[in-house]
């Protein structure tokens, strides 16, 4: 007989197995931060940094202020661990993973090197690329594209190189070992990766596997789409290693009253190793490229929560903000935030925000020392509440409360 979990409880699982509703560290170190990366896999990146870039997010909605340059340590170097790759979108993952991404590093060889394709087009300036970084050690595409204006008179414009090495980076050829003002610091793999992630090559059916299996173990309960999504796989990969797993133990299949696919259940499984907490603790504000809410329609099965960053909508058609964060409260989203930090003003501006009809009454009062702790983390001072937003009045009175306390 399939079990069957709340909406309650499924919400609280998929919170708990996301790191959330345990005692945050009194000084997160590297310790702490290594064991969230190995929880989650990944970090996705994103340029966006009126607040702080994404990548940084996720460990501080989890463990609360940290050192950044201790992330910086782990992610960075020939020494740090992780590499960066399109395993979602652009994230650093563990380098131990690079070698199950061979399925997709070869599917894209096959693109790009087909005829037709953008490498095949450009060998002369592949094989110039490649050179370069054998010759010189890892480069950022600028230095390439100087350096070859430099010694050779003009060569190819920025676009040409940038986007051939970008195919490489796909195709594995070449790797980022690094960013630099955040512009990738491109290298062989054999500069920057172990020899034995370089000679492992799994199958690409025990890739997968393993793939789903570090999935289901970061959401906690989930459906096919959303295990399909953490690593950007087709469903129909995905599907034969969700059977594998829930062959082998790993996975237990579960309904969910109310998620249904037209009229039918939505097929569901639950991680075996899954902490079902009977209540949780949390309150946070979220990347909007966090595993929480990144996949928007989990995010609405879950949370009946809408969420849409609005980076890319005019000014005037904007609702929420330009980087609205969503608010976290227990297991519950609940909110969102669109903040901005000024570091000419030294403050923490909360341009708008908005509660859900879910949100608890004590959301600001929950909220606000999130706030604060955010703008102590960006080295800022005051939380500015800027007024827009029905959250925003409560929010600016409990900031304000805090402030003379």
């Not at 909605?61 to 395993?87: F, H, Q």
């Not at 970084?133 to 008179?153: C, F, K, Q, V, Y």
């Not at 970008?166 to 062989?188: D, H, K, P, Q, S």
Request: one cysteine or more; a neutral charge; glycine letters at 8%.
């Amino acid at each position: 007989m399939v079990d069957s979990v709340s909406p309650a409880l499924a919400r609280r699982i998929a919170i708990a197995a996301q790191g959330f509703g345990r005692p945050a560290p009194a000084d997160p170190g590297t310790r702490a931060l290594a064991t969230l990366l190995d929880r989650l896999s990944l970090l996705q990146i994103d340029s966006v940094n009126v607040f702080e870039r994404s990548h940084y997010l996720p460990a501080f909605s989890r463990l609360g202020g940290y050192d950044r340059a201790l992330l910086d340590r782990l992610t960075t170097g020939k020494r740090g661990r992780t590499v960066e790759y399109w395993a979602h979108e652009a994230a650093f993952i563990p380098r131990g993973l690079w070698p199950l991404f061979g399925f997709r590093r070869a599917a894209f060889h096959a693109k790009g090197h087909a005829w037709g394709g953008w490498v095949a087009e450009n060998r002369e300036l592949s094989r110039f690329l490649l050179a370069e970084l054998a010759a010189n050690g890892p480069m950022r595409a600028s230095t390439i594209e100087h350096d070859a204006n430099e010694r050779r008179g003009p060569w190819w414009g920025w676009s040409d190189v940038k986007r051939t090495l970008e195919w490489m980076l796909r195709t594995g050829e070449v790797v980022c070992i690094e960013r630099r003002r955040f512009e990738r610091v491109y290298a062989l793999p054999e500069q920057a990766l172990p020899a034995g992630l370089l000679d492992a090559d799994p199958e690409p059916a025990d890739a997968i596997r393993e793939l789903v299996g570090l999935a289901a173990s970061a959401l906690g309960i989930a459906t096919l789409p959303d295990l399909a999504d953490y690593w950007r796989l087709k469903r129909a990969e995905a599907l034969p290693a969700i059977a594998d797993l829930e062959d082998a133990g790993v996975l237990q299949p579960v309904t969910v009253p109310g998620w249904t696919t037209g009229s039918k259940p939505t097929p569901a499984w639950v991680h075996r190793d899954a902490r079902r907490p009977r209540r949780l603790d949390a309150a946070a504000v979220l990347s909007p490229f966090d595993p929480v809410v990144w996949f928007r329609p989990r995010a609405e099965r879950l949370f009946d929560f809408h969420y849409r960053i609005e980076i890319y909508t005019p000014e005037p058609q904007r609702v929420f903000g330009y980087y609205s964060l969503p608010v976290l409260i227990d297991d519950r989203v609940v909110g969102r935030v669109d903040l901005k930090s000024d570091r000419k003003a030294g403050v923490l501006r909360v341009q708008s925000a908005w509660s859900e009809a879910s949100a608890p009454p004590e959301t600001a009062a929950r909220l606000a020392p999130v706030l604060e702790r955010a703008a102590a983390w960006q080295g800022l001072g005051e939380v500015v509440v800027a007024g827009r937003g029905d959250l925003s009045p409560a929010l600016a009175a409990e900031l304000g409360a805090r402030a003379t306390a």
